[in-house]
């Protein structure tokens, strides 16, 4: 049994939408992001410098589940594409022999992702002579620890 519906007058539904392939905010991102990784230099993409800090204290318990790195200054579209950014940049269980905690990546455990564990804050705007990256701050590899010795 089919779970179309059919609405209006119209005797015909052939279950499609009247939205496009590749007009949605995040598939033009994604066609960019293509583009610009075979592009040689800057392209002219609009960007933003955040500056990531640790806002949680040394003590607290989040800290055992993603390691801080210290101060990250990032180039990116928004404040959360910040987050990814520098996210993007720690290991991830793919690249080791460990198993991820949840789902098939350990990108969304970063400490970057929490909001209780980092802040970002927006120091510079609109410029578009950088490319998407991290510009400053040191990101370790030491994120995901395999379970064998």
Not at 37 to 55: D, K, M, S, V
Not at 85 to 104: H, Q, T
Not at 113 to 140: A, C, N, Q
Request: with cysteine; glycine share 8%.
């Amino acid at each position: 049994m089919s779970n179309v519906s059919r609405a209006g007058d119209s005797p015909i539904n052939n279950a499609t939408s009247k939205t496009h392939f590749g007009n949605s905010v995040e598939s033009q991102a994604q066609i960019s992001d293509a583009a610009a990784l075979g592009a040689n230099g800057p392209t002219q993409e609009q960007l933003n410098i955040y500056r990531l800090e640790p806002i949680a204290s040394d003590g607290d318990l989040r800290w055992d589940n993603a390691p801080s790195h210290g101060i990250v200054v990032v180039a990116a579209r928004t404040a959360g594409d910040a987050r990814i950014v520098a996210a993007a940049r720690e290991l991830d269980f793919m690249e080791i022999d460990a198993a991820p905690a949840e789902g098939v990546t350990t990108c969304n455990a970063s400490a970057f992702r929490d909001d209780k564990l980092y802040t970002v804050i927006e120091i510079e705007h609109g410029r578009r002579d950088l490319l998407r990256g991290v510009l400053e701050g040191t990101i370790s590899v030491g994120t995901v620890r395999p379970v064998q010795v």
